[in-house]
């Protein structure tokens, strides 16, 4: 009922730029906060980026400076600008949304994830 698609993934060389888009569609009252997180072969899942409905942000300090996340609420989509590219921004980005529905008058929230997207630093 809820789909959370993430695009533009890609391979890139070290110093160049990405744009990541998620969008999530279905049965949405609301989302809260929206995140992008990454996996790298061997490595836990890392919270890189998020953002709350208010547009506060925060950012994991590897990528402070050089990602922005941003977010249209109409759109229910969220974005990760990634500039100055490194090696070991290598991994799977995963999108994250918290999503509250009301369904037979209950309200629900849950957190959604994408299936991820392979963004691949390397020259």
């Known amino acids: 009922q809820v789909q959370v698609v993430e695009s533009g993934g890609g391979l890139v060389q070290p110093g160049g730029s990405l744009r990541l888009s998620c969008a999530a569609s279905g049965s949405i009252f609301s989302i809260n906060a929206m995140g992008w997180y990454r996996q790298a072969p061997g490595k836990q899942r890392e919270l890189v980026a998020g953002i709350t409905s208010g547009d506060s942000t925060n950012y994991a300090n590897s990528v402070k400076d050089r990602f922005t996340i941003s977010r249209d609420n109409a759109k229910n989509t969220v974005y990760l600008q990634m500039n100055s590219l490194k090696p070991e921004d290598t991994a799977v980005y995963y999108c994250?949304?918290?999503?509250?529905?009301?369904?037979?008058?209950?309200?629900?929230?849950?957190?959604?994830w994408g299936q991820g997207t392979q963004v691949t630093v390397s020259s």
């Open positions: 994250n949304a918290d999503i509250r529905q009301l369904r037979n008058s209950r309200w629900y929230r849950r957190d959604y």
